[in-house]
């Protein structure tokens, strides 16, 4: 509408970006899920139609229950966006705030920025 992307479409592609991450975890037999508890993002220009964008996803915390990641959105080298989306680790049935596994917390390590 106003020429450039729709901004919740960045917090979409942002979780795209980390859940593309996501997917190579060590997954275990009783695993929590995770919902977002809490975003938030800083703009710099907006994306066109036909730009393209680099997505960067790293850790910046790993907490007892919670999990924080950066997305830093980019587009010829110029700073596009800026996010950052944490996740909280739930039991499945009961939906109350778990820990981590220590298998995921080890393997996330590697990309704490």
């Not at 975003?39 to 924080?68: E, N, P, Q, W, Y």
């Amino acid at each position: 509408m106003h020429g450039h992307m729709h901004n919740a479409a960045y917090y979409a592609h942002a979780e795209a970006a980390v859940a593309g991450l996501w997917r190579h975890r060590p997954e275990g037999r009783d695993d929590p899920v995770y919902f977002v508890r809490k975003s938030g993002c800083a703009f710099h220009r907006g994306l066109r139609l036909d730009d393209l964008a680099r997505f960067k996803v790293s850790v910046t915390r790993i907490g007892a229950t919670s999990l924080s990641f950066a997305v830093a959105i980019s587009s010829e080298g110029a700073a596009v966006a800026d996010l950052e989306i944490v996740w909280v680790a739930v039991d499945p049935s009961t939906r109350q705030p778990v820990n981590v596994p220590q298998p995921v917390r080890d393997w996330l390590k590697s990309f704490l920025a």
